[in-house]
């Protein structure tokens, strides 16, 4: 699995759009780009994920540059509650990978009021 | 539906001792999994099961053992626990399906050994 690159802190003002980046240039192919959350002492929650394409959900938006090398998750209107590790995973999708998902450090968000 | 969950929430263990850690899903997935949690560190994968009967190792399988006799339950086990053992454990699951594969993890297992 490719390895990603992120920043090892942010800040954000309520309200206001959480832009998390990632860095993936080894990314192969067939891989995806999955974006997981963990809020202070509970499981790691899934927020996103995509192959090519931008996608969005009731969470959040992802972005990927169109040579797939790096990745832009975005939390349109951050909120308190967001405040949490963001852990960017890129890995091949099901199958004869079976779904093993390898953590890095991650970005530690800090929403303030 | 209650999704993954962990049996115990919190254990100590002194060392040498053993004991079972359970993991229940009722989302009918195929593939379990088991990861550590250490202070500041990302998880990392102990065991993982593409279906009953099945298991395989992952990242770091030493001083552990697994079982999956039945779909929905995935055991971790420590013969004889070590500090070193400290940690937090999620148990997850997933439907396996290609192309696609969101993880459902459980709330953890506290762990010390003293």
């Known amino acids: 699995d490719a390895k990603t690159t992120q920043p090892p802190s942010m800040d954000c003002a309520e309200g206001r759009a959480a832009n998390l980046p990632c860095n993936h240039s080894?990314?192969?192919?067939?891989?995806?780009v999955y974006w997981y959350r963990q809020i202070h002492s509970q499981g790691p929650q899934y927020i996103i994920h995509g192959l090519k394409n931008n996608e969005t959900n009731e969470m959040a938006s992802l972005i990927i540059t169109e040579d797939r090398k790096s990745s832009t998750l975005i939390l349109p209107h951050a909120t308190l509650r967001d405040t949490a590790v963001y852990y960017c995973i890129v890995r091949v999708g099901g199958g004869t990978s079976y779904g093993k998902l390898t953590f890095g450090q991650g970005t530690i968000l800090t929403v303030h009021p | 539906n209650a999704g993954v969950t962990q049996t115990p929430k919190f254990r100590v263990l002194k060392t040498g001792q053993s004991m079972t850690l359970l993991c229940a899903q009722d989302?009918?997935?195929?593939?379990m999994y088991w990861y550590r949690q250490d202070p500041g560190m990302g998880l990392r994968l102990i065991h993982y099961s593409v279906g009953e009967g099945t298991t395989a190792k992952g990242e770091v399988p030493d001083g552990y053992n697994v079982s999956r006799l039945k779909k929905q339950n995935f055991l971790l086990g420590l013969e004889s626990a070590a500090p070193s053992q400290t940690s937090v454990y999620f148990c997850a699951s997933s439907n396996g399906r290609a192309g696609y594969n969101e993880q459902f993890f459980g709330p953890g297992t506290r762990l010390t050994v003293l």
């Open positions: 989302m009918n997935h195929e593939y």
């Open positions: 080894t990314i192969s192919g067939n891989e995806y």
